[in-house]
């Protein structure tokens, strides 16, 4: 069983597409009252954002098949290489990087596991175009694969089920405090963010997505941000649903991640906490003799 840290949520960050051209891209950062700057620039097709347990923010880099990491202050080196379309990113508790990959057809297409020192393995294949990874508070991942339609559940071992069905081109996944898992679909109608529980029953949590989206992400005090890349628009909603406009003018906005975002952290065992226990009461008893 898993528990999450409470680190706080401070900026946001945004990866721009662009316009599909190599070194046109670039990650944003967005400070929470609303201020922009250019993190980082001259990338190829950045997609996936993620943040490690120590604050370096790793990119997937889809056009040169690369992961870049950056640290706190901006600078850049490659962890991985030679990935086929790096697009979803997410961390287990661990400090294994989770790496969504599009090459090859329909049914091909495989999640790569990626140790902190760089070493890859196939967590999973036969996937139709993964995009969004999540973890849940159990280390299970969820994984939005948008032409099946389907939200795949991997048991840490790399078991899959069908956690959810039927939904139109799923592409953006994000976890609430609450264990909630939060979808959009990329395009075409109804594209709703739909809520669903840790058991699988799906609610509209909002019809207002304006054709779609492609992140989500939420900040530390529940407020769930939302990608429009048709738009170029980032949206914020309150856990009511109410909408308001956080950041416009963008070119081609993909993914996001807050940058010191909870990660989930194994739970103390049972010996543990009796160690833990037996270690309170010899230090009470010293100091009360």
């Known amino acids: 069983m898993l528990i999450s840290t409470s680190a706080q949520a401070q ?21 929470p009252s609303g201020v922009q700057s250019t993190f980082a620039s ?6 996936g954002l993620a943040f490690n347990s120590a604050g370096d923010l790793f990119e997937a880099d889809e056009l040169s098949g690369n992961i870049y990491e950056f640290t706190p202050g901006g600078v850049q080196s490659a962890f991985a290489s030679g990935l086929p379309n790096p697009n979803g990113l997410a961390f287990d508790s661990a400090g294994n990087l989770f790496v969504s990959c599009l090459g090859g057809q329909a049914g091909t297409q495989i999640i790569v596991k990626i140790t902190p020192s760089g070493v890859q393995s196939t967590f999973a294949s036969g996937l139709y175009y993964p995009y ?14 948008q032409n099946s339609g389907n939200i795949y559940e991997f048991t840490p071992g790399g078991t899959r089920s069908t ?7 799923p592409y953006a996944l994000a976890f609430d405090s609450a264990g909630n898992l939060f979808e959009c679909g990329l395009g075409g109608p109804n594209n709703y963010i739909y809520e669903f529980t840790p058991s699988g029953i799906k609610t509209i949590f909002s019809t207002a997505t304006l054709s ?10 529940g407020n769930l941000f939302d990608v429009n890349p048709f738009y170029g628009n980032i949206f914020q909603f309150t856990p009511g649903g109410t909408r308001t406009t956080f950041a416009s ?5 993909s993914f996001i991640a807050f940058q010191g975002e909870t990660l989930p952290v194994p739970e103390p065992s049972a010996l543990a906490l009796l160690a833990f226990g037996i270690l309170g009461i010899t230090l009470l008893r010293r100091h009360q003799g």
């Open 11 to 31: 900026n946001l960050f945004v990866s721009d597409y662009a316009n599909d051209t190599v070194g046109s891209g670039n990650i944003y950062e967005y400070m």
């Open 42 to 47: 001259g990338l190829s097709g950045p997609a």
């Open 132 to 145: 969004a990874l999540a973890f849940n508070s159990a280390g299970d991942l969820f994984e939005a694969d």
């Open 163 to 169: 956690f959810a069905s039927g939904l139109y081109y």
């Open 212 to 221: 779609g989206s492609s992140g989500l992400a939420f900040n530390s005090t």
């Open 249 to 253: 003018g963008l070119s081609s906005p």
